[in-house]
Each structure stands twice: as C-alpha cells, then as structure tokens.
C-alpha cells in the first residue's frame, strides 16, 4: 500500500501536504477518538500553519499551529466513497502547556462533493436534519500540561469529543485520559504511560 506516502512543499509558516499521511489529533503518542494510527490513512489534501507567538504577554517559545485536511475515504463497507473534512488548532500558551479544539465532518453517497449547503453545513449548519442530514460531524477539546518533578516529567492529558450536535456544540461525550513518566536521566531511558479511553457515548436527550 501507499500508506504513510505524501508529497509536502513548506513556505514560511505554511505546510501543504498531498497523500495519505498518518495522523494522530491528540495529545496522546498512541491514540485519538477522531484521527489515530488505529486505522489507515485517508487520501487527503492538508494545509498546516504553524508559528510562535511574538507578543509581549507570550514568552518568545509559545507558538500555535492549525491544520485542515479534506479527503475520502475509498471502498468503505457500504460500497460508497466517504469525503472527511476536519481542522484542529493547537495553541500552546507555554512550554509546559497546550490546548485543541478540532471538529470533523463526513459525508458520502450521491451528494459527496463540496458545494455551498454542504459547506456551510460543515462549518455552521445544522447537520441533524434537513439537506444536511447525511453529514456527521464530531467536535471536541483537548488539554496537556508537563509538571518537573527533581529530573522526571510527569505530563498528564484529556481529549473529550462529542459526536452529535445540540445547538450547534458537541454532545454525547467519549474521552480519553493519560498520565506520562518521562524519566531521561536513568540509566535506560525510559517513558511510561498510562491511558483509559471510553468510547461508550451517554444516550443523548432525544434517545
């Protein structure tokens, strides 16, 4: 297969991508609830913008990154091409400290190209009826923090991301949670990590 295969051109802050790269949109090293190594890489454009922050209330070594990618997914269960849209911010306020928002939206069949009702359903639209109805979109946040103690690291993480829409904000919750030792000074190297993931969605309002 041509997993992993991609042609990139960087410019300044930019980075534009062609091919099936393979993503992990988490703070984890392993996993993600939207985009991980658990399944293949999908045929997908990407455009990556990625810089420090320069202002006087930001240390110099702050930066922030956003990355949109649009793709499909080929010869999935049900016979028909799925196209993936998704975009994730990661703003890293400190060394120690970052945070993501990241939404995906896919739809397919007949009506799987990009048009204008579908784009604005994709960004703003309600998506649980009407035109729209086919698209489903999962949206959520993210959060890491690294604590030194004497010459470990100890970085704990979440991701919490929602699969339906209740007035246009996420609902129906999955999350992950971990907690990672980085012990560099010993005579092995050594990282440990532990991670609960909980797929399971709550039923929503409406069942």
């Given at each position: ?170 609902s129906c919750y999955s999350w992950i949670a971990g907690m990672e030792l980085l012990s560099p000074n010993i005579r092995v190297p050594t990282k440990l990590s532990i991670e609960l993931i909980e797929t399971r969605a709550n039923t929503s309002a409406s069942g």
């Open positions: 297969s041509f997993d992993g295969s991609y042609v990139s051109y960087e410019n300044g802050i930019a980075n534009l991508s062609i091919g099936k790269v393979d993503r992990i949109w988490s703070f984890s090293e392993k996993s993600s609830l939207i985009l991980s190594s658990n399944s293949r890489p999908i045929e997908a454009i990407s455009i990556k913008l990625e810089d420090k922050f320069y202002n006087q209330w930001f240390p110099s070594n702050t930066k922030w990154s956003i990355e949109t990618i649009y793709g499909s997914t080929r010869n999935s269960y049900n016979g028909k091409n799925s196209m993936l849209f998704g975009a994730r911010a990661v703003i890293n306020p400190s060394e120690r400290l970052s945070f993501e928002i990241l939404q995906t939206s896919q739809w397919g069949g007949k009506n799987n190209k990009l048009n204008k009702s579908t784009a604005v359903g994709i960004f703003f639209g309600e998506t649980n009826l009407g035109e729209n109805a086919e698209i489903n979109k999962m949206a959520g946040f993210g959060a890491s923090y690294e604590i030194p103690i004497n010459r470990n690291t100890y970085r704990v993480y979440g991701q919490a991301i929602g699969e339906d829409e209740a007035g246009g904000l996420p």
